[in-house]
């Protein structure tokens, strides 16, 4: 029997999102005929979605009383699910026709922490975003999407692990989400959800790519539309050395890892590479509050090598 | 609050007005707590050009851009590109929030648009009239004030006429302009002709006034727009307004802020003339150049009758001049005291009791007036321009006419003759802005701008969850590189410390070490840099040499000319009637230029058309090749159908020849029915003799079984034949089958084929018909005729010869009842029957002759004759 998902998509004003991709995500929840539902959480703190997605019946609809951001919205949507699984999607990601059933496959085994269809950016073919692992480079850990940098690997068309599931569209189980939610270490946005993998991973747990699975992101379409490409930007590199400092639970890579950090700084100094010193001082401003999260890190079934090695298929 | 300072030079290497205000602006907004950083260009030709060297002063630093090239035109001394990127990369790493321009000579215009790009409000503060004379001065190179504004054809009289300087020799520094005695009477006369706008007079073209007109009114425009670009213009004095607005300024962006002094340290000086019985004590203190009428103050100097005493102090890059007003100076009995630092100040002006500046140029806010008064000095001036808005004759100075001698000579001679006057003036000097305030007020301008700015730079709008990391983020990319770095190396010292639990002590420097021994991109572009550099230098080195030798070129070529022009007028004639001679030459070579000009169009157009030709050639090249391709591939089918022809015509032949042996076949079927009618022959010849032997009886019948064995071995032989005919026929069908496929020449070999079985079979036919022939003409004759036995006719078929043999059967039965001695006979006869009947089975049996037959009219009749003939 085909178990009912509670599909949750957070979203400021994006009625136009809405417009083109509600409708195939309601078309295939209605090929599946269960008792899947669609809950919409409006971020705007203006209560502007109700009204504007009437038309879908089937669309529930939660405002947030004040603009949160992404990722307490994500929690409010996942609270007022009904369902055990649920799909996290972001409004600008389109679902192509059977997306569903292959994850909820996934996720019958109880060691499956999260599972990730293939997303292809902007809807084409070669350019799989999913396919995400982190990697360490001279000391400091970076993001890796190897499907998006050349020919699609083989390996990127098999179910496998994952370092993280994409947060704007992958399955997991709501009663795991809310046991710890996105760490608001993160906001306003990226990298919560990697974060939220990586505690999958500590756990003994993993994460899986599931490319049987496709839908389509039409990349940045959201947050691009209201800040500056160059604050995005630090955004990820802000949010990406704080998960470093939360999460390298290794002395050797600690050691490189800061190294990596005095050379970067004076590199960056001495040859006017501003944005970078701009990013370094974005995120030691969160500094404090990064070793406030390491400090409440559950112990680790898994230290951070190990995963970085398991959560990539074998070459 | 962050503050840029941008002028053209500052001390210790230029040390006059506008370096030594922005100095002492520079230290004062630095004591008030705000950061300022100058930048400033200079030649060290030590150092490559675009270098960028920071030195911390008092709480402020001086950023030096070297900037070692010459302008090689008007138009490189107002743009210089190097110098923007230069400043970009600066504005970047800084991050000013204001930039306050003092000065963009030597700098550029476009340094403007720079800060302008980045948001960044620019200050400008006029100290000149640079803004719209690009002599700076407002005064023509006779020395004459201009009243015109904004006429560039005017101005383009002034570098005409500039230009002719150019060619004068002994002049010094002329580009302030000269003095009518430096020059001589024509050469004077010129000068005056080019500026009054009579320049053809003068030798001038018409081209060559339009060209500078042009020229000129592209420079005046570019300029007119870098200044009009400011967010706020500040002038010091109310005269360079009304200038300004007159030369184009919108008089709302124009402030007026009279310039602040660092003078603290000329307070409490000796009082002005102590001792009315001693000689007064004037003084020239400033830059010693013409347009500050040093010369005018000598020969005032010179008719007083005595009781005064003149002390020049200062220096300027016009040596002539210098030279000039040393010597006079002698000659006058004052002092020439030259150059003298400005710590040396208060010793001077303590010793001094009135301060002479006997400008001939509109001047805009004189220091040294300031200076004067801050030391309670009162001041003689010219009532000229913002002079006399700064001193005010009768209370703390006194005005003469500009260049008037005998007008300066009356005011000097009332300060020695009225003891009490100099003492009163020095009395009414007035308070001098001190540095500190004028720092205050600017800080405070400065502020309105940020403010205004920073408004519009706000995150409203944003989703509360994004404004304020969005607002933190704007506020980092706003400070400068300097301040991140420190704030980052800090921070990293915080992430250091708190994981020195798990990693043990740690020292930045040993990460540091660590960090870079994975290799920098920083020192890897360094020594890229290094490695240019020293290719560079020897680079320049080459240039070096060359220079050298071009400077002794052109000195030598100097020289050259010089004693050109020290020689005779016919030589002068000559030189003249060579230059129309060149000049012709000049424009035949212009025609032959343009000449060239169309050749090379007309050159150009063949070349296009060749290039047509070519493509249309290659073009069609590709077409024959194709056509070749084809031509092969139809060569190749033609081959193949003649192969096939060929082959055709094999078959056909071989289809004759079996044509050919089936005829022959034929030939030997007619044979052999020739033979059988020897045969028969022979039998009539047999039953004559049975006839005998009917009669002779016993041997007759043994006789007849030898011939019945011989027919029965004859009917054997036949039977093979037959089978052999119908393996022929079998064979003959499948090349049949084969050839109709071919077509008409096959079909044609079908029917022959047909055509020559039927001929066998009829042949066949008859031969039976004549081998029975005689056995029933025989039977006949031994039945008494009365038997009904007839011979079959000639054409009589397969049928009817049976039928034929039955009737032989009948009637032997009948002679059988008669002749009972005939009865061998009948057996015999009926042995013959059966062998016939053998003989028609294995036709029968022949299925492949069948076959050929089937499709026949032949055949049909042998089916028929076989079913009649079926018992």
New interface residues.
């Given amino acids: 029997m085909t178990r009912s998902v509670s599909v949750v998509i957070p979203s400021l004003d994006d009625v136009d999102l809405f417009e083109r991709h509600l409708p195939p995500l309601l078309e295939e929840l209605g090929r599946r005929g269960g008792e899947d539902e669609v809950v919409v959480v409006d971020d705007t703190g203006r209560d502007v979605l109700a009204q504007a997605l009437a038309r879908w019946p089937g669309v529930r609809v939660v405002a947030m009383r004040a603009n949160g951001g992404f990722a307490r919205a994500m929690r409010a949507g996942i609270e007022a699910a009904r369902h055990e699984l649920v799909f996290a999607m972001n409004p600008d990601v389109l679902v192509r026709r059977g997306f569903l059933d292959p994850l909820v496959a996934c996720l019958a085994e109880e060691d499956v922490w999260a599972v990730v269809p293939r997303i292809l950016l902007q809807g084409v073919e070669g350019k799989i975003e999913s396919w995400a692992f982190l990697r360490e480079k001279g000391g400091l850990i970076e993001l890796d999407q190897p499907a998006l940098r050349g020919p699609v690997d083989g390996r990127a068309l098999r179910l496998g692990p994952v370092t993280f599931a994409v947060g704007g569209a992958c399955l997991y189980r709501r009663a795991d989400f809310l046991a710890t939610g996105f760490d608001p270490l993160y906001e306003p946005f990226y990298w919560e959800d990697i974060d939220w993998s990586w505690a999958g991973w500590r756990a003994g747990k993993r994460v899986l790519y599931q490319p049987a699975s496709v839908v389509e992101h039409q990349h940045r379409g959201t947050i691009g539309r209201r800040v500056p490409g160059e604050f995005v930007r630090a955004m990820v590199e802000r949010n990406r050395l704080l998960f470093s400092w939360k999460h390298i639970d290794s002395p050797a890579l600690q050691r490189r890892h800061l190294a990596a950090l005095y050379r970067w700084a004076l590199d960056t100094y001495l040859e006017d590479r501003r944005d970078d010193l701009v990013w370094l001082a974005f995120a030691l401003e969160e500094l404090k509050a990064a070793l406030a999260a390491r400090q409440e890190l559950a112990p680790a079934r898994r230290k951070i090598e190990e995963i970085l090695r398991l959560s990539r298929p074998a070459e | 609050m962050r503050i840029c300072q941008v002028v053209h030079g500052f001390p210790p290497v230029e040390r006059t007005g506008v370096e030594n205000y922005t100095l002492g602006l520079s230290r004062a907004l630095a004591r008030a707590g705000h950061r300022v950083e100058v930048f400033v260009p200079r030649r060290d030709p030590q150092l490559a050009d675009l270098a960028l060297r920071r030195e911390e002063r008092e709480g402020f630093a001086v950023n030096w851009i070297t900037n070692n090239n010459n302008p090689q035109s008007p138009r490189e001394a107002l743009l210089v590109p190097e110098l923007k990127r230069s400043f970009a990369?600066f504005l970047?790493?800084e991050r000013p929030e204001v930039v306050h321009f003092q000065h963009l000579i030597k700098l550029g215009l476009d340094l403007v648009s720079v800060a302008r790009e980045r948001g960044i409000p620019t200050v400008f503060t006029a100290h000149d009239y640079y803004p719209i004379c690009h002599r700076f001065t407002l005064l023509r190179p006779d020395l004459a004030r201009c009243d015109v504004r904004g006429d560039s054809r005017a101005c383009a009289r002034c570098d005409l006429a500039l230009g002719l300087l150019n060619a004068q020799p002994n002049l010094g520094d002329y580009q302030v302009g000269v003095l009518r005695d430096q020059l001589d009477p024509a050469a004077w006369g010129k000068l005056e002709g080019i500026l009054a706008d009579r320049g053809e007079e003068h030798g001038l073209t018409q081209a060559e006034i339009e060209a500078a007109c042009e020229q000129r009114g592209e420079l005046d425009r570019l300029r007119r727009e870098a200044y009009t670009n400011f967010d706020l213009v500040l002038a010091p004095s109310r005269f360079l307004i009304e200038e300004l607005v007159r030369g184009g300024f919108a008089r709302e962006r124009i402030e007026h802020s009279p310039l602040g002094f660092e003078v603290a340290d000329l307070a409490g000086l000796p009082p002005v003339r102590p001792d009315p019985a001693r000689p007064v004590r004037f003084a020239f203190l400033g830059g010693v150049a013409k347009h500050k009428g040093v010369h005018v103050l000598l020969e005032a100097f010179a008719r007083l009758p005595g009781g005064a005493e003149l002390a020049v102090w200062g220096g300027s890059t016009d040596r002539v001049y210098v030279e000039h007003v040393r010597r006079r100076a002698g000659e006058v009995g004052a002092q020439w005291r030259g150059s003298y630092e400005r710590a040396d100040l208060p010793r001077i002006l303590a010793e001094v009791d009135a301060v002479v500046v006997p400008s001939i140029w509109v001047e805009n806010f004189p220091l040294v007036i300031h200076e004067a008064f801050a030391a309670g000095r009162p001041v003689l001036t010219s009532r000229l321009g913002a002079l006399a808005e700064i001193v005010h004759d009768g209370s703390d100075g006194l005005l003469a006419e500009p260049g008037d001698v005998e007008d300066l000579a009356r005011v000097l001679r009332r300060c020695v003759e009225e003891a009490a006057l100099l003492p009163a003036l020095a009395r009414g000097a007035p308070p001098v802005k001190s540095m500190a305030t004028e720092a205050r007020e600017l800080a405070g301008r400065y502020a309105e701008l940020v403010g205004t700015r920073r408004v519009s730079r706000d995150v409203a709008g944003?989703?509360?969850?994004?404004a304020t990391?969005?607002g933190?983020?704007d506020e980092?990319?706003r400070?400068p590189?300097r301040e991140?770095?420190a704030?980052?190396?800090?921070?990293?010292d915080?992430?250091?410390r708190?994981?020195t639990p798990?990693?043990g002590g740690?020292e930045?420097v040993e990460?540091?070490a660590?960090?870079?021994g994975?290799g920098?991109?920083?020192q890897d572009?360094?020594r890229e840099a290094r490695n240019e550099i020293a290719w560079l230098r020897t680079k320049k080195e080459e240039l070096d040499e060359g220079r050298e030798e071009l400077v002794t070129l052109f000195e030598d070529l100097d020289q050259l000319l010089n004693e050109t022009r020290a020689g005779s007028q016919r030589q002068a004639e000559h030189l003249d009637a060579a230059g129309s001679y060149v000049r012709k030459k000049e424009a035949e070579v212009l025609d032959a230029h343009a000449r060239i000009q169309e050749l090379e169009q007309v050159i150009a157009e063949k070349d296009r058309y060749i290039r047509e030709v070519e493509g249309h050639v290659h073009e069609a090249g590709r077409y024959i090749r194709h056509k070749e391709g084809e031509y092969t591939d139809v060569e190749t089918e033609l081959r193949r159908a003649a192969e096939e022809r060929r082959a055709l015509q094999d078959e056909l032949q071989a289809t004759r020849e079996r044509t050919r042996a089936l005829e022959a076949e034929a030939q030997a079927a007619g044979g052999y029915a020739r033979a059988k009618e020897g045969e028969a022959r022979q039998l009539e010849s047999f039953a004559r003799e049975k006839e005998a032997e009917a009669l002779a009886a016993g041997g007759y019948a043994r006789a007849k079984e030898g011939e019945a064995r011989q027919l029965e071995s004859f009917a054997r032989e036949k039977e093979a034949e037959a089978l052999a005919a119908g393996e022929t026929l079998a064979r003959r069908e499948q090349e049949l089958g084969a050839a109709r496929e071919r077509g008409t020449v096959l079909d044609l070999r079908t029917r022959t084929v047909a055509d020559v079985s039927r001929l066998a079979l009829q042949a066949q036919e008859r031969l039976l018909n004549r081998a029975l022939r005689p056995i029933l003409t025989h039977l006949h004759a031994l039945h008494g005729g009365t038997a009904p036995l007839e011979l079959p006719s000639e054409s009589a078929s397969f049928g009817e010869l049976l039928q034929a043999t039955r009737d032989v059967e009948r009637a032997l039965e009948v002679l059988g009842d008669e002749l009972e001695w005939l009865r061998p006979m009948r057996a015999e006869l009926e042995l013959c029957r059966a062998r016939m009947e053998r003989l028609q089975a294995a036709y029968s049996a022949s299925g492949l002759l069948r076959l050929a037959l089937a499709r026949t009219a032949l055949g049909r009749e042998l089916r028929a004759w076989r079913e009649e003939a079926a018992p």
């Fill in positions: 990369a970047e790493r944003l989703p509360p969850s994004l990391a969005v933190r983020h980092l990319t400070m590189s991140l770095f704030r980052v190396l800090a921070g990293l915080e992430l250091r708190a994981w798990e990693l740690i930045a990460l540091l660590r960090g870079l994975e920098s991109e920083a572009r360094l």
